[in-house]
């Protein structure tokens, strides 16, 4: 799940005006989520950063632990695999184009 958000940065490193903006390869699609609360509940950006992180670290434990409960089989475990790992594509995919856009 953290290889597409890391090798994002990577790329993306010179396009950032600060380097707080690597969050936003954690949770791309997730901070377009967490913007109507963002605007109901005008929060400082440090708490909006913290929410975004804090949302990708509870989807990472909760798949680890769906993995290692050992109930599961090998191929539905192998779906939620590339599943997760297409959302963290699409999220550092989308983080990209947010950084991108800001550039043009």
Not at 35 to 46: F, G, R
Not at 69 to 94: E, H, K, M
Request: net charge positive.
């Amino acid at each position: 799940m953290a290889v597409w958000p890391m090798l994002g940065i990577a790329v993306g490193f010179s396009m950032f005006d600060k380097i707080s903006e690597a969050v936003l390869f954690f949770g791309g699609f997730t901070a377009l989520l967490l913007l109507p609360v963002y605007v109901i509940l005008p929060l400082s950006e440090t708490a909006f950063r913290i929410a975004i992180i804090a949302i990708w670290l509870f989807i990472w434990i909760g798949c680890s632990s769906w993995f290692t409960s050992g109930s599961r089989t090998r191929s539905a475990q192998t779906t939620v695999l590339a599943a997760l790992s297409g959302i963290s594509l699409a999220q550092s995919a989308l983080a990209f184009l947010m950084i991108l856009g800001k550039s043009v």
